[in-house]
Each structure stands twice: as C-alpha cells, then as structure tokens.
C-alpha cells in the first residue's frame, strides 16, 4: 500500500511528479498556490508532454492547506527556497504530514528541517529534468532517477518505501546511505550547468557545445569539487560518471573531462535550467542556495569560490533587469578562471 502523497508545489519537478504517481495509481493530492494552475489540473488536468508524446492527466490539486483532508504519509516538497516557510508552515502546524521530503535544489534541507522539526525529514534529489510551458502544461525533457536517503546515513523503512512509490515516477530510483554525497554531486551539477545555463541563456546542451562553455564548465566544477572534498563530502556518482571525472587542473585533463561530459550530455542535454526559466518569466531565481551554497560553504571553510560567486553576482543581476543571459558570460566565467580581469556587467544591456 502506498499511502497518501502531498505534492507541495506542482512546478516542473513537482507536477511531473504528481502526473506519474496519479497514472500508476497512487493517492496524490498536490498543494499549489497558484490558482489558474490548480484549477486547470483538477479540470481538464494537466497538459503533460513526455518526450514529445502529449496526454492529459487529471490531477486533484488544491491551492490552500486548509482544503486539506486528512494525513499524508508523505509530502514532497518540491518548491523553489523562497517560498517554503509559506507552504509548509501550514502543514507542520496542522500536523498534517508524517514525513517530508525535501526534493529541491542546492543546499535546501537545513531550511526544510528547521520548519518540519527534527527526525521529520528525508533527503531526496532529482535527477532529471522538466520545464514549466506555463500554467497546467509541463514537459519532461530528461529520464533518470531519484535518489532518497536518511541524513545520518541509516537504513529505515520509510526510506525503503518511498524509493518504492517514487519508483512509479522515476524508474531506477534507490535510496541511498550517502545521501549527503548525492546532494552535493547534484549540486556540483546544479552549480555548473544550471548556472551556465541561466547565465549564458541555453540548455545544458548550449553550454557543452561552447568551447568557451566548456572551459567555464570544467573550472567551476573543479571549485565546486575542490569545496565539497575540503568539507569531507563522500561524493557519488551522478549521470553515469563520478565528480572527478570533470575535474581539470591542467590540459592532460581536457581529454578524460571531455569524454565524462559526453556521457553526462547523454542524459542530461535536453535539460533547461529552471534558474533560466526563472529569469524568463521575470521571477527571482534560487542561485543563493545553488551557487551561492557553493560560496557560503567555501567561506566557512576559509576558502573562496570565486567563480561562483560571479554567478550569483551575475543572476542577480539579470533578476534586476541589468544585463541578461548569452554567452559572453562564459568568457567572462573563463577569463575569472584563469586570473583575467572581468568588466563591469554593461548596464546598457538590459532587459525588461
């Protein structure tokens, strides 16, 4: 039996999610605040492009915590950062979930935690990718897995279930007893090629195609690895190859990175940043958790991250309407990288 399932935002990741878990069966409700949304998932339901082949899938949405009935075993929570004390606040306080499962990007899980309480949540990423066509119309552009686990690294049957029920959404799915390495492999991921993606304005695919994206991407994966190896993180793999993979400390690297790229693209190309998306509909972005949890983690460790730190210097600028998304960002990525000197974002270059 699967229990009931709370989808705590119905988002690109979340939506996708719902749509699996409702056509295998499950019993889902999903929490949206956004009315036209939910109202187009209850009637006619959503409009889900998987993979080019389109279908309707009517899912029971509502857009407010107190048009809950019952308990839930499980809440996905699959919202941006901005937006989780709002939404899960009401949960917690009605008691309304047994546990909750933090599905977002970056560094989120302390953030979950500290609203649900202690003991109450389980770790979770996400592998593939979606994107949001606007309100009730999602599209799953990649195929991979979840990967869930309890933070201290045990067994439970909590974990062991929910692999279970989220293997209907994502065949391949496991739970794992690094879950701390799987997030931080993800967010090496996240950072570097959502990050290029939303500064350079393309898919993951854009940024490996560039030569100077390329060059960007294997720098800032090398910060980020170099971070997550200071703080004792057990990295593992994710797409098909182990983070060190994509490390580059000097030429004799390119070739060996350039091959783990290819096998990386072989999943992941068709994904579209959801930092860009952002961007694109003039919403703010989650680059303080992603890149920016890359920065704050350096700094506590007495290092830098330098460039990450020119990505969130650079999204957050575009939030503002200064500069916007193309691909001389990737120069200017490059250049930072090997010790050039990088302009001033040109304020002339706006955007609405």
Known sequence: MSGRILVV????????TAAHLTRAGHEVVVLDADPEHVALLNEP??????????????????ESAERLTG?????????????????LTPLVEGDLVETYVSLGNGLVQDAVEEIVGPGRLVTGIVEWGATNL?????????????VVGEADGSSSRRVSRLAEILADAAPGTRASPQISG??????LLNSTFSGLGAVGGGLYADVAADPVGREAAFRLWTEGYDVATALGVRLDEIFGIHPSQLVVRSAGDVPAAT??????????AATKASMLQDLERGALTEVDVINGGVVATARRLGRSAPLNAEIVTLVHAYEQGVG????GAFA??????AGRPVSPIPKEHTHG
Do not use: N
Request: aromatic share 8%; proline share 5%; with cysteine.
């Open 9 to 16: 935002g119905a988002g690109a990741i979340g939506g996708v």
């Open 45 to 62: 339901g959503l409009l889900f492009d998987e993979f080019g082949s389109c279908s309707r899938v009517l899912i029971r949405a509502v």
């Open 71 to 87: 308990r839930f075993d499980y809440a996905l929570v699959t919202l941006k950062s901005l937006h989780l004390k709002a939404a």
């Open 134 to 146: 606007g309100p009730g119309h999602l599209r799953q552009t990649t195929r991979a897995p979840f």
């Open 182 to 187: 799987q997030v931080w492999s993800k967010l």
């Open 259 to 268: 091959a783990a790229l290819a096998t990386v693209m072989s999943g992941a």
């Open 324 to 327: 916007a998304p193309g691909p």
């Open 332 to 337: 200017r990525l490059a250049a930072l990288g």
